[in-house]
């Protein structure tokens, strides 16, 4: 389908500097050694550790989620911009050009990781449903 490169282009680069300010800028840290690093390429997201010894070279999304995920960064950002407005798989799948099995995995994925960290949140408290 033509023109389906710009179907998202304002949301995706607005949820792009979203990510970056809210979850890079808060952990500017080597992953490995814990010290001090720097972007060495914003559109890759990629970072550099400025300590000598270590002065690794890594993508911001390893020990994610997202690591092994065959689709960019910027098609997880459209699949997570369809995935509440109740767009099914089977039409997300023809939006993105993705198979059906691809975005069902990565929303399995991101579903998952919400119930890891809903329960991580809550645990302890107890809720009362009320009817």
Same mark, same amino acid.
């Given at each position: 389908m033509p023109g389906n490169d710009k179907l998202f282009e304002e949301e995706t680069s607005l949820m792009h500097v &979203?990510?970056? &300010?809210?979850?890079v800028q808060r952990n500017n840290r080597c992953q490995i050694c814990g010290s001090?690093?720097?972007? %060495?390429?914003k559109k890759d997201l990629s970072i550099k550790c400025l300590w000598k @010894?270590? !002065?690794?070279? $890594?993508?911001? &999304? #390893?020990?994610?989620?997202?690591?092994? /995920?065959? @689709?960019?960064v910027k098609t997880i950002f459209e699949i997570i911009y369809l995935w509440p407005i109740? #767009? =099914? /798989?089977?039409?997300? =799948?023809?939006?993105?050009?993705f198979s059906k099995s691809t975005i069902c995995r990565i929303l399995l994925? &991101? =579903?998952?990781a919400l119930k %890891?960290?809903? !329960?991580?949140? $809550?645990?302890? !408290?107890?809720?009362?449903? /009320? =009817?």
């Open positions: &979203l990510f970056v &300010l809210t979850v001090k690093s720097i972007w %060495e390429n @010894p270590c !002065y690794k070279k $890594y993508n911001i &999304l #390893i020990y994610t989620i997202f690591q092994n /995920s065959k @689709p960019k109740d #767009i =099914s /798989s089977k039409n997300t =799948s023809l939006l993105l050009n994925k &991101l =579903s998952n %890891e960290k809903y !329960y991580k949140f $809550y645990q302890g !408290y107890a809720v009362r449903m /009320s =009817s």
